[in-house]
């Protein structure tokens, strides 16, 4: 096949002891927290960065270019090169930096691969709980050596939906749905990563996860492993969704229509 000169195992077995390593790195960083700086970026008081997020992205990026230099690269600090490979890494390197630089112990490193344009690879390690969550297009999910599955509710009354943040971008349909969410006898809850909350609803932790607007690396790596538990996704990449991000559901499947429906048009618009 097209993907038989791909060297796919490689590129899996790297995504997962590259996550892990560089989430060890994170954790040297988080102890020392309190001694790094912490800048903002542009004018949301809310959207942080520091040192940590920079050095870890630049390390994986530079492993990647060591061992698969025709691989194309897409990081949220360091941006993108090489698009058009067929092989392309979409990495963040800290997801949930407002937790990680506040002490809170919900953050993460995903690292994800796109083949061909679509979502094939994920690796999300999260160091302060000993999970890695990874998984391949065909082989199933995992969190460390357990198979994933989503969630078998058929109601949202049934467990617990994720939801994002304000966003320019869409944020009039955030309360909205809240308020639609609980009036079905829902409930909402919010970590600070989207990736780590896109990676519980593949193992059935959470029924769903709706933001107004994410970006591709917070959710590309968590793609891979809702699609191999069961799950559920919303059109993200229609409009150049890769570089621009768009709204975003990812849900169990006796859920996602009837979250869909909650949020409205708005979602695949
Ligand atoms: C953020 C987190 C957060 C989500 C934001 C993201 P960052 O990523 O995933 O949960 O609500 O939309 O920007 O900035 O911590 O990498
Ligand atoms: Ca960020
Ligand atoms: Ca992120
Ligand atoms: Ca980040």
């Known amino acids: 096949s097209a993907m038989s000169n791909l060297d796919i195992d490689a590129r899996y077995a790297c995504a997962k002891s590259l996550a892990l390593e560089a989430a060890q790195l994170g954790m040297t960083y988080y102890r020392q927290r309190e001694t790094l700086d912490v800048e903002h970026k542009g004018s949301d008081r809310q959207d942080v960065v520091s040192i940590a997020d920079k050095r870890i992205e630049d390390f994986i990026r530079g492993r990647l270019a060591e061992r698969f230099p025709e691989d194309g690269f897409l990081g949220e600090e360091?941006?993108?090169a090489g698009l058009k490979a067929?092989?392309?890494?979409?990495?963040?390197?800290?997801?949930?930096?407002?937790?990680?630089v506040n002490g809170l112990h919900n953050w993460c490193v995903s690292i994800g691969l796109l083949v061909d344009g679509e979502p094939h690879v994920g690796a999300i390690a999260?160091?302060?709980?000993?999970?890695?969550f990874h998984g391949c297009l065909g082989?199933?999910?995992?969190?460390?050596?357990?198979?994933?599955?989503?969630?078998?509710?058929?109601?949202?009354?049934?467990?617990?939906t994720g939801a994002g943040t304000f966003?320019?971008?869409?944020?009039?349909h955030f309360i909205p749905f809240l308020?639609?969410?609980?009036?079905?006898?829902?409930?909402?809850?919010?970590?600070?990563?989207?990736?780590?909350?896109?990676?519980?609803?593949?193992?059935g932790r959470?029924?769903?996860?709706?933001?107004?607007?994410?970006?591709?690396?917070?959710?590309?790596?968590?793609?891979?492993?809702?699609?191999?538990?069961?799950?559920?996704?919303?059109?993200?990449?229609?409009?150049?969704?890769?570089?621009?991000?768009n709204?975003?559901?990812?849900?169990?499947?006796?859920?996602?229509?009837?979250?869909?429906?909650?949020?409205?048009?708005?979602?695949?618009?």
């Not at 067929?86 to 990680?100: E, K, N, Q």
């Not at 999260?126 to 890695?132: G, I, S, V």
């Not at 849900?251 to 618009?269: E, M, N, T, W």
């Open 206 to 245: 959470l029924i769903g996860y709706y933001e107004t607007e994410l970006k591709s690396w917070d959710c590309l790596a968590g793609l891979v492993l809702v699609a191999e538990a069961g799950g559920l996704r919303n059109d993200f990449f229609r409009n150049d969704g890769l570089l621009r991000g």
């Open 179 to 203: 308020e639609k969410l609980l009036a079905e006898g829902g409930m909402f809850i919010r970590n600070g990563s989207g990736a780590l909350m896109t990676a519980y609803v593949a193992a």
């Open 78 to 80: 360091s941006g993108s």
């Open 126 to 132: 999260d160091p302060n709980h000993d999970e890695l």
């Open 86 to 100: 067929r092989c392309v890494w979409v990495i963040d390197p800290i997801d949930g930096t407002a937790c990680f």
């Open 247 to 269: 709204p975003y559901l990812v849900a169990a499947p006796g859920v996602y229509s009837q979250l869909a429906k909650l949020i409205g048009p708005s979602l695949d618009a």
């Open 167 to 172: 966003h320019p971008r869409g944020k009039e």
């Open 139 to 160: 082989r199933g999910a995992y969190v460390n050596e357990t198979p994933l599955r989503a969630s078998t509710a058929t109601h949202v009354c049934e467990g617990l």
